[in-house]
């Protein structure tokens, strides 16, 4: 029976599996690169059932005024944490010199982490509110994000499925292991 590990981040919880598993910020490559703005989500896993990489960034935008939280700066925040984890998955898979230090540190924590292209999620589990309706509000903001997104899910064939901004109730319906 594999061992799991339990995170708390942003007043939600996260368990994952060991070995399976990695956060870019652990990474001495990362921790390196990360004051030349470069941006990271907080957790990756390899799920093998699917051969897939899920990246997953976890907020809290409860106590934010509803104007902070569907503002322009938010979803261009989660857009360019996006945007770099694409582009540190890109240097590993062209084996840059970056790349393959990267993928080193990764391995050491995820040792089933594939070094080839694979399928991928990007996955922003926001908490809002309190409102009558966050999903509504957190639907405008996804469309939003794929939006800003189009380009770069097009260059690694990414369909409007692979990127989510959801609300942690319903984390659960995407089989993500996240609860509040």
């Not at 240097?91 to 070094?115: A, R």
């Amino acid at each position: 029976m594999p061992t799991h590990q339990t995170y708390r981040e942003s007043d939600l919880t996260i368990t994952l599996v060991d070995g399976e598993h990695f956060q870019f910020e652990s990474c001495a490559t990362y921790i390196r690169l990360k004051g030349q703005n470069l941006k990271e989500m907080d957790f990756a896993w390899w799920d093998s059932t699917t051969n897939t990489i899920w990246f997953l960034e976890l907020k809290d935008y409860s106590r934010l005024p509803l104007i902070e939280q569907l503002s322009d700066g938010f979803v261009e925040e989660l857009a360019k944490k996006a945007t770099d984890v694409l582009l540190m998955l890109s240097s590993i898979w062209i084996n840059s010199l970056k790349g393959q230090q990267l993928c080193s540190d990764i391995l050491s924590f995820c040792p089933v982490f594939p070094t080839a292209r694979q399928q991928l999620k990007l996955v922003f589990v926001v908490k809002i509110g309190p409102y009558h309706q966050p999903q509504l509000h957190l639907e405008t903001l996804q469309t939003k994000l794929r939006n800003d997104l189009r380009g770069y899910m097009s260059l690694f064939d990414l369909t409007i499925n692979d990127v989510l901004l959801i609300d942690p109730s319903t984390a659960p319906n995407f089989g993500l292991p996240v609860a509040p």
